[in-house]
């Protein structure tokens, strides 16, 4: 099972929205979703449609990053989408924080809970331990192998799961420019033989949270494809003219001549790649939120296609 790490903000709910409207009879996909925003209007349409379409996802109720302070904020402000705890996973993010999240665990009265290790996890902290082994966890979350946590998850009936940050974000767009393919994962052809129930990744973006900035010198296209040997590689298409912010609509159409150009030599057809095929032949902007949209629609079609 893939579980795409991705924020409550617009564009990345707009491209699970789609998704869901695409994947036809087959999901392989349970999204984790780190709301950022005190505003829910796009999560109060986005989870409905991803419920209706039996498409299961956890929430992240105690955010890291972003505008929101405590729980009770995304448990006021998502009210019914949040009914029937068998259509979403709440999840916790944990670091030392062991006995809070425990505690918080208890007081929300939540079952099958996951909880997302972040950075290192101390096995040997008598905190963590029972927190991982409680009959309220189901689902762990780890970003490094740890091989003493998996024999002591044997026979606890957890669901493990590994998170790598695997998109190779640059501090440009025009850094995209001189670089060639690069393998993107592998871990959909191993993990299950490594012990783990799924595997996860921050699609195609960066694991940072940045927030929007101001409009850039270059627009780069990101999109993941199938090698013949089955690992999943990535491209990145970008624009040329990147002198200065003048004319994104140009940089746009730039980007996605040779994007459109790959897909068509490749044979690639999905709902997102023909989203692009369509702007192309009739010469479109978007605009760059609904860009990045397309790369990550692009990829969840690709997994889930996959695995």
């Not at 579980?3 to 009879?25: D, K, N």
């Not at 008598?126 to 979350?141: A, C, D, M, T």
């Not at 491209?235 to 004319?247: C, L, P, Q, V």
Request: hydrophobic share 35%; proline share 3%.
């Amino acid at each position: 099972m893939y579980y795409p790490y991705l924020r409550g903000r617009q564009f990345e709910l707009i491209a699970l929205r789609e998704f869901a409207g695409c994947r036809g009879e087959h999901n392989n996909v349970i999204p984790i979703i780190e709301p950022v925003k005190k505003t829910f209007n796009s999560m109060k349409i986005a989870l409905p449609i991803l419920r209706n379409a039996s498409i299961k996802f956890a929430l992240v109720l105690n955010p890291q990053v972003g505008e929101i302070d405590n729980y009770n904020q995304i448990i006021d402000g998502l009210g019914d989408c949040l009914i029937g705890e068998d259509s979403w996973i709440p999840a916790f993010i944990v670091s030392n924080n062991y006995d809070e999240i425990g505690k918080l665990i208890v007081e929300t009265g939540y079952s099958d809970v996951m909880i997302i290790c972040n950075g290192l996890t101390d096995t040997s902290n008598e905190s963590f331990s029972q927190l991982v082994v409680s009959q309220k966890v189901k689902y762990i979350v780890v970003s490094q192998e740890n091989r003493t946590l998996k024999r002591s998850l044997s026979g606890q009936d957890k669901f493990l799961i590994r998170l790598d940050d695997k998109f190779n974000g640059q501090k440009r767009n025009s850094d995209y420019l001189e670089m060639s393919e690069e393998k993107f994962s592998e871990e959909h052809l191993f993990y299950k033989d490594e012990g783990y129930h799924g595997f996860s990744d921050y699609t195609v973006l960066v694991s940072d949270f940045l927030e929007g900035g101001s409009a850039p010198f270059a627009v780069a296209i990101h999109l993941t494809y199938q090698k013949e040997n089955d690992e999943v590689w990535i491209r990145h298409f970008t624009s040329k003219s990147n002198f200065d912010r003048a004319n994104i609509q140009g940089k746009f159409a730039e980007a996605l001549e040779k994007a459109v150009t790959f897909i068509n030599s490749n044979d690639i057809h999905n709902e997102a790649t023909n989203e692009l095929r369509n702007y192309h032949n009739e010469s479109k902007y978007p605009g760059l939120g609904m860009v990045k949209k397309i790369s990550i629609k692009n990829h969840l079609e690709l997994i889930n296609g996959i695995i």
